[in-house]
């Protein structure tokens, strides 16, 4: 596929772009989107950057019926240069893979996929806002496609990259959120599709989710299927705990997301000299720790809101209050240090940024 | 939305209907589709009967996304005097409304719904096949279609309902199937999606599914997600096993799905005095069964095969020949009287049946 090119069929019109300091989350998308197709024998085929349109597929196609859709999430941030930058593509497209794998999908070319992300950003690039904390969001998805009603893989599919200009995540911003344990509804479980990102599992989260705001919370903080006690994640993030001068997060195990931002956060602990620990957390350690005063910290991370701290950790008749209810000092320097390199502000001693311009353009 | 009526507007063309006995399963769908749409403040609304045709839908409606998805599928049967049958057609609608609960979809009215499902079949019925095994599948689905990237349940959606004449599920037909028991993926778990009728579910089961074929099997039997050691479905079916004359079944248990196959034929046995119950069933209790002699019989049950016998079940070093692979006498007896039933060619004492006439067109 190295030698293909992606053909452009130029929007003929130009939308109106949002005022910046109104930003929602995923609600406006931009002039132009990118699409390939897969079908046998041919695979994945005719890479094509088109208008921002509707798609017109069949009611039987397989997508509407069986869930079997994989999809990613990353950014494109304007550095104070004017320059665009990506944060960690290719551990997007690296885990596509993993969830196209899961999800009995065939594999894309991620390093040619990343060209044609960066080409579509670099012809939409007007839309990526400037302002603090704004960014470019990126949205690539395969559904599959065939007209067919029988539980199997599909043998069509198409892979679509949207764009959408965004503003802060989570209306709470870098401040602390309160969060609900919860014990009755299960996100993923070992042998289940936990580690994949693919649309099942945002979909069991629901019901949990609509519970827990009606009672005032923002996300819950999900145990393990199998024993109810072990922590895995926190909403749609990782999480992250500090204990006693200690950092850490649950292991990777087969039913939680392997997240870029809970890879880059460990990384920069490490490079700090904060003892990290990818291990199996309890809920009743967590609960010691609270008693005998060492739990310091307690934060999410993810592409969205980068680092979320947890101000309150509710369960029965638990209410922990971490920090006091303010953002601690290490999810500070991490959130800090992440936008930093993220929005080109600063250094990146990870090679961890790829720049989008031009070159992109050309292929 | 008792006052509503649907508007029906009807196919200028007719297609060509396939060859009754070159049927295959969800590969054909007829003239015409039924839609309804959801949106706030309104509610469902705009029911109507439109020529089946692609749907146009935003490439970020969150069903690509995030699977808010549910569906269900039952089948119309034409009787030897030319009348045409549904069966149990409320129980679907009662388990569709249950699944829109789990995954936050707002109800249907299941009275109108099947009025409107009644009318779609009546208006395409030149397409329900007659030969023997045949039927019209019909596939009610609800999407959600906000144009939005965000978890959380969307404010749009819309149901459809297709209709496929179909031949036999497995190529087996009624004869034994070679299942594998699976102990590393996981279907569903108790919390999660299990009971519901949703993509998601069917999305985690297909690399299991996959794996299996390349060994030579037909279908998986899944384990519960939390022992390993329970049994809950083969493939989509519920599952029955005969020992020492008694017939048992998994008991529901939250993340098995509530077959409506499964219900019938719990009430056939109990009408025929055939000891049935409900229960835990371990792997071990089967293969002790089996080994002292008394495992007599095990089979599926579901919509699309009705009765599915297992000749083989196979896991580690065990290779359990059920029946001497051969169809038991309770698996047929069943099969014969539910497909009676279900064809018009036996008696209906439980009330099973509704008639889909004229009546059905005007409304
Ligand atoms: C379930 C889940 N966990 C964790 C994450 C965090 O992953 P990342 O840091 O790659 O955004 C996400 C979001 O992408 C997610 O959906
Ligand atoms: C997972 C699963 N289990 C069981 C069944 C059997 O249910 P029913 O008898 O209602 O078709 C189905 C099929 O509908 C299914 O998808």
Chains 1, 2 share one sequence.
């Not at 030698?3 to 109104?22: C, F, G, I, L, R």
């Not at 904390?133 to 539980?151: C, D, K, M, N, W």
């Not at 600063?346 to 790829?354: H, K, R």
Request: with cysteine.
């Amino acid at each position: 596929m190295e030698e293909w090119t992606v053909e452009v069929h130029h929007s003929k019109t130009k939308k109106d772009k949002p005022k910046t300091d109104q930003l929602e989350f995923g609600r406006i998308f931009t002039d132009h989107m990118f699409i390939m197709d897969y079908s046998e024998p041919v695979g994945w085929h005719d890479p094509r950057i088109v208008p921002y349109q509707p798609l017109t597929i069949d009611p039987s196609a397989m997508t509407f019926h069986y869930g079997q859709s994989v999809f990613e999430g990353l950014k494109a941030y304007h550095t104070p240069d004017g320059d665009i930058q990506l944060f960690r593509p290719e551990k997007n497209l690296q885990r596509l893979n993993r969830s196209n794998d899961r999800l009995c999908i065939p594999p894309v070319d991620e390093a040619f996929v990343l060209e044609a992300i960066k080409q579509l950003v670099f012809l939409d690039r007007e839309w990526i806002p400037t302002s603090e904390g704004t960014s470019l969001y990126i949205r690539p998805f395969i559904i599959s496609t065939e007209p067919f009603i029988g539980v199997a893989p599909s043998h069509q599919y198409k892979l679509i990259v949207i764009l959408s200009p965004v503003g802060a995540y989570y209306k709470e911003g870098i401040n602390p959120v309160k969060i609900a344990v919860e014990n009755q509804y299960v996100r993923a479980v070992k042998g289940g599709t936990g580690e994949a990102k693919t649309g099942g599992n945002y979909a069991a989260s629901l019901k949990a989710q609509e519970l827990c705001a009606q009672k005032g919370f923002t996300q819950v903080l999900w145990l393990d299927g199998v024993e109810k006690k072990y922590i895995e994640e926190v909403g749609s993030m990782n999480v992250f705990f500090k204990i006693n001068g200690e950092v850490i997060t649950p292991e990777l195990n087969g039913s939680i997301l392997e997240g870029v931002t809970r890879n880059s956060v460990i990384q920069l602990l490490k490079h700090w000299d904060i003892p990290v620990i990818e291990k199996k957390v309890s809920l009743d350690e967590l609960h010691e720790a609270y008693m005998s005063g060492t739990l310091e910290e307690a934060f999410g991370t993810g592409t969205a809101a980068v680092i979320s701290p947890i101000g309150q950790l509710s369960w029965e008749e638990h209410d922990l209050f971490i920090n006091e209810g303010n953002t601690g000092k290490t999810a500070k320097a991490l959130y800090d240090t992440l936008t930093g390199i993220q929005y080109g502000r600063e250094q990146d001693p990870f090679d961890w940024v790829e720049i989008v311009n031009e070159k992109s353009a050309v292929k």
